[in-house]
């Protein structure tokens, strides 16, 4: 029998594509996935570190596994991903039992990393380093949609971030890798890309100018990548993310609207709605400045969906510059906004900052902006009431009644209540007949 893995994934998409890779290198390896974690001998735990609940997460369920290892000796415990670039060497006096500490840049060689263990070593790697292209296949979750990354790393310095730190500097996939890679998987039957990286308006910016760059000194840029990936036969549709409102330029829109595969979604956090707060973030725009941006987009694209993040309780904020969040938010009408408490990372600018705000003020405001978050939302779902929507089915719903689930090309989750296999991985026409603040219910039409 084949052994069995078992991987945990908390973060961001980033982790989530790179824990496809990770599944893929440990099946090439002979592995096989198992859904019980206690029946796994291999447990992977791909970390997040943006906050410290999310670190904290990793901890506790790391404890369980520590202690269930001096009972099967031969259980190897693998920690990938952010906490484990951050905390190294550290991790392993906290959890001994711990075979391997890799950090996000090391995705690709978790077998060589894997074959140092086996050779009885406790291996931490976490040296910055170069990463290479692929030669394994990830194992995706889906069928239909797949994470493209584009590229790694972020070279923003934003005062509250720790991912600089965790990811690295930038570095772009070359265009013709990244078209190789989304041709492979219009092959395998995907419908749906998205392209991932950090700010990936940096896109190019560390690549050698030529080629097919248009941008400054004949950089490529993403705007050029979009058109050179867009005709792909047999993917019908492009989103990406994150946006960063800095770098967010008017001949990214313009291509986002010439481009049909190129869905009318755009995830561009802003983080404050206060100018001051922006500026102590480093954020480098204002608030006139963001909502020029979606001014812009809305010009071409009315309809257009429009997410983000903020952060409250950022040091120093007052009660005045929250409410000017809550403006934006409203003035705006967001699709939807994640939000959080700001949380001090270790090693960031702010983290040592005077002026931290108490955990109940920002629990407190938390608490308002979902609410507001949450009405915007609601708002903004009432205008698909009635109306026929491209919906692209990704596949059931685990709880029941088990409906189809898909995605309007505005990025809303749609559910519809039919026992139709073959309809995953089409484009079908629904029209809505139920709206609620983050998803919509549809029923086929007959054409
Ligand atoms: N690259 C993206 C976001 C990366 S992290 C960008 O620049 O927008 C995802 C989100 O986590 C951020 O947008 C921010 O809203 C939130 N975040 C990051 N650091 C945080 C911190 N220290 N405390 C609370 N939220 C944080
Ligand atoms: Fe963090 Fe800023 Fe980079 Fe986003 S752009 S990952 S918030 S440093
Ligand atoms: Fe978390 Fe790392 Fe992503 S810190 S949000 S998993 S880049």
Redesign the pocket.
């Known amino acids: 029998m084949s052994p069995k893995y078992h991987i945990i994934t908390f973060g961001c998409q980033m982790n989530k594509a790179d824990s496809e890779r990770m599944a893929g290198v440990l099946e090439d390896m002979g592995y096989s996935s198992t859904e019980d974690v206690n029946e796994a001998q291999l447990v992977l735990y791909n970390t997040c570190s943006i906050r410290d609940n999310a670190e904290q997460k990793v901890y506790s369920y790391l404890g369980r596994q520590a202690k269930r290892k001096h009972n099967e000796p031969g259980l190897t415990l693998v920690v990938a991903g952010c906490v484990a670039q951050q905390e190294g060497e550290k991790l392993l006096r906290r959890v001994p039992e711990i075979d391997l500490v890799m950090g996000p840049q090391y995705a690709n060689r978790l077998g060589d990393l894997l074959e140092q263990v086996f050779q009885g070593n406790q291996v931490v790697a976490t040296e910055e380093s170069y990463i290479e292209e692929d030669i394994t296949k990830p194992r995706r979750q889906s069928k239909i949609t797949a994470w493209v990354n584009v590229i790694y790393g ?5 005062t ?5 730190s965790v ?1 690295g500097v930038e570095q772009s996939r070359t265009p013709e890798a990244i078209k190789a890679e989304i041709t492979e998987l219009a092959k395998q039957g995907y419908k749906e890309i998205t392209l991932l990286g ?2 990936i308006d940096a896109y190019g910016r560390d690549l050698p100018s030529g080629g097919i760059g248009r941008g400054v000194g004949g950089k490529v840029t993403f705007t050029d990548l979009l058109y050179f990936i867009h005709d792909v036969e047999g993917i019908d549709r492009i989103r990406f993310a ?1 946006s ?1 409102p800095r770098y967010f330029s008017k001949r990214l829109i313009q291509a986002c609207y010439e481009l049909p595969k190129v869905c009318e979604h755009f995830h561009i ?1 802003f ?1 404050s709605g206060d100018n001051d707060i922006l500026k102590a ?3 480098g725009y204002t608030h006139e400045r963001y909502r020029q941006i979606i001014d812009q987009i809305r010009e071409l694209m009315p309809d257009a969906a429009i997410s983000a ?1 903020a952060i409250v309780g950022f040091p120093g904020e007052t009660e005045e510059q929250f409410n000017k969040t809550i403006e934006l938010i409203e003035d705006i009408g967001f699709d939807n906004v994640n939000t959080a408490a700001y949380s001090p990372r270790p090693g960031t600018p702010a983290a040592v900052w005077q002026e931290q705000i108490p955990e109940e003020v920002k629990t407190d405001r938390l608490q308002r902006l979902n609410h507001v978050v949450q009405q915007q939302a609601a708002k903004r779902s009432l205008r698909f009431t009635d109306r026929v929507e491209e919906v692209l089915i990704e596949g059931f719903q685990p709880k029941e009644p088990r409906p189809l689930m898909g995605r309007t090309r505005t990025n809303r989750i749609t559910f519809l209540h039919e026992n139709r296999e073959d309809l995953i991985g089409q484009t079908v026409r629904l029209q809505i007949t139920e709206v609620r603040p983050f998803s919509l219910t549809g029923k086929l039409i007959n054409e």
């Open positions: 972020c070279n923003e310095r934003c509250y971030c720790i991912v600089p990811r950090q700010n994150t960063h956090p983080q973030m480093a954020r993040d």
